[in-house]
């Protein structure tokens, strides 16, 4: 063994240790109605996992689903945990206007709103759904789609309705690449992240698409520490079991980083933690 090696066994760096999960989807993919029976199994996979602030960020187009007074019970049955009211704000064509009223109705009860791009040209289709989405790509220029992902993302920043951003680059989903630099391209968006004080989330979803890879890249959030942007830590998960998905692994790539701190929300008022 080299004696490098050796120091490292006697000087193991320490295992960042991740508490929270701020995308989560309760109700997966339909209208399902906020219930202690729908709720308690994130609450029991939570402190399974060892997170003790989650974030509930339902699809807009599913807002009916969402009691706050079943949130409140739930809060009351598990002291231990920190549970948050949110809701993934989408682009969608058809739905997001109606859950855009709902979130402006209802924000003094939400802590914490997602932004997110799902849709390109097509009202009917997730740019993102698997494998189907990616044929909205056949014949495009990526670079071109790239860039106009990217200015939706700045038209979903500025309704100043998102506390952050969901799966910065998403655009790389199916895995087509730019031929332009993505620091180059993501630039811009990124200093208007940063202006409107919004913050984005390291999301371990990516390992379970095609691309393989989490979101965003690492020159993005490289770029991001730069700027001062601050993270959340997400799953994306669209069933409990999927709560707190490879967070181990996400860890160590926020030491590799050199990311020492994560940040919550509780009625939008963001706080940096040291993990
Ligand atoms: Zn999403
Ligand atoms: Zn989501």
């Known amino acids: 063994m080299s004696s490098k090696a050796f120091s490292k066994l006697q000087h193991p760096k320490p295992p960042l240790l991740l508490f929270s ?10 209208v399902q109605r906020f219930t202690q029976a729908l709720l308690q199994p994130w609450a ?3 402190r399974r996992m060892g997170l003790t602030d989650i974030a509930f960020t339902d699809h807009d187009r599913y807002h009916a689903g969402i009691d706050f007074d079943e949130i409140e019970r739930l809060r009351q049955k598990n002291p231990d945990l920190r549970i948050r009211a949110g809701i993934e ?8 206007a109606a859950g855009r009223n709902w979130i402006e109705k209802h924000w003094d009860k ?22 189907d ?15 106009d992902y990217f200015r939706r993302v700045r038209e979903i920043a500025a309704t100043g309705l998102v506390d952050c951003l969901a799966h910065l680059d998403l655009i790389k989903i199916h895995g087509h690449r730019p031929s332009a630099d993505i620091g180059g391209l993501v630039n811009d968006t990124l200093d208007f992240i940063r202006d409107r004080n919004v913050a984005i989330e390291l999301s371990t979803a990516g390992w379970r698409k095609p691309v393989n890879e989490p979101y965003p890249s690492d020159r ?9 942007i601050p993270f959340t830590t997400a799953s994306d998960a669209h069933s409990h079991a999927q709560l707190g998905d490879s967070f181990p692994r996400l860890a160590q790539r926020m030491a590799s980083f050199g990311i020492p701190q994560v940040c919550t929300f509780e009625k939008h008022k963001r706080s940096q933690l040291r993990l």
């Not at 701020?22 to 339909?30: A, D, E, F, I, V």
């Not at 989405?133 to 860039?147: H, W």
């Not at 993005?220 to 730069?226: Q, S």
């Open 89 to 96: 704000l989408d682009n969608d064509p058809i739905h997001s």
């Open 220 to 228: 993005i959030v490289e770029l991001a520490m730069e700027k001062g």
């Open 44 to 46: 029991d996979s939570a």
């Open 110 to 131: 939400l802590d914490f709103v997602l932004g997110s791009i799902h849709f390109l040209d097509r009202a009917d289709q997730m740019f993102d759904s698997v494998p």
């Open 133 to 147: 989405g990616g044929a909205q790509f056949e014949g495009k220029n990526v670079d071109a789609v790239y860039a």
């Open 21 to 30: 999960d701020y995308h989560t989807h309760p109700q997966g993919h339909r």
